[in-house]
């Protein structure tokens, strides 16, 4: 089983964090959710203290297969996926597999095209960024608690940097020098590309996107996604944050996911498919 933070009771909910990271930046999170939910954070594979990823194996679907593993260690058939960036594709390939009762995407990149500037750009400040890696790595935790190492990051990850506790920060530096995929996960991102087929989506979904992500979703080739949504995909706004926003504002994420959680139900109440 992967590195994972399991609390509450009720309906279950799995958290899936982004690229390099691990189930630590959904910490806050965990708090505001779990009087009322069964929540699991969980490590992605190929990331620090998730299941070994092959090489060969790198990519949303090999991603994906693990965390099957782990679902049905749980004893999960289907369960709430909530998933943010590369959590947010997972869980899309998740959805299309048939776990998910419902899937709340947090800059997932929706609308991203297969050879995209800006997930080119993205890509090359991954691998611009994979020499902080390298060195706290080799440094540890003087490395892991300096600015100098974490503001490069945490600009990329919120926009209120100081609303990021020490422990969170400290955790996504040691998270990020000890992802074991790192640079064979670029480069499957690059060639594989991160494409959603929204058309395919079934399961009731939530697209939220924060203010002020790394990605364009205000560009017109997402908009023209957006705006052409099918009745059972939302699009919610996250204003003031940037793309991981649970970091900063973890109040803000788990009421727009109450939110989400609240009108899957209804809407299943209603039309008799609650499960």
Known sequence: MSSFIRVGTGEPVLLLHGFTLSHHVWRGLVDELSSDYDIVALTMPGHWGGRRLPWRHVGVRGIADGIERDLDELGWDTCHIVGNSLGGQVGFELERRGRARSLAAINAGVGTKRFDYNGFRVGVEFVMQYRLALATRVLGDRAAAHPRFQQPVLRNSARNIAAVTKEDAINMMRAIAHC???????????????????????????????????????????????????????????????????????????????????????????TGTLR
């Open 180 to 270: 074991p995929t790192y640079l064979p996960s670029v480069a499957a991102f690059a060639r594989d590309g991160l494409v959603i087929d929204i058309d395919r989506v079934q399961a009731p979904t939530s697209i939220l996107l924060s203010e002020f992500d790394i990605y364009p979703n205000r560009a017109p080739h997402v908009r023209w996604i957006l705006d052409r949504l099918p009745a059972h995909i939302r699009e919610v706004r996250l204003p003031g944050v940037g793309h991981i926003p649970m970091l900063e504002a973890p109040a803000l994420v788990a009421a727009a996911l109450r939110e989400h959680f609240d009108i899957v139900t209804r809407t299943a109440t209603d």
